[in-house]
């Protein structure tokens, strides 16, 4: 059975940082791309960042960028993101999900299988 789990959200401070990580079970997450999606109560799930199969090529979405880092270890079957500099705005539940390709717009539409999230929360 394919199953993605992510692990790392918390409480954190406006400025903080938290790494968060996506493991796989039941199957290899190198034949994936890898994204990263957030919703916010009440909005969206929207994509933050993916990162293609072999760890290559990367794309984030313009409210990240410069903030956010996403990389692979497909020896230890994992992907992860660490973000820096958070913002309240930031909080929401992050899910990874893998899928065939990594594309610019970080489309939900384009993966297929979730995790159950972790929550994040950006507060003082």
């Known amino acids: 059975q394919l199953q993605l789990v992510e692990s790392g959200g918390g409480l954190v401070q406006p400025g903080g940082s938290l790494r968060l990580s996506c493991a796989a079970s039941?199957?290899?997450?190198?034949?994936?791309?890898i994204g990263w999606f957030r919703q916010a109560p009440g909005k969206e799930r929207e994509g933050v960042s993916c990162?293609?199969?072999?760890?290559?090529?990367?794309n984030y979405a313009d409210s990240v960028k410069g903030r956010f880092t996403i990389s692979r270890d497909n020896a230890k079957n994992t992907v992860t993101l660490q973000m820096n500099s958070l913002k309240p705005e930031d909080t929401a539940v992050y899910y990874c999900a893998a899928g065939a390709y990594c594309f610019s717009s970080v489309s939900r539409w384009d993966y297929d299988y979730w995790g159950q999230g972790t929550q994040v929360t950006v507060s003082s």
């Open positions: 039941g199957f290899t997450l190198g034949y994936y791309a």
């Open positions: 990162i293609n199969k072999s760890g290559g090529s990367t």
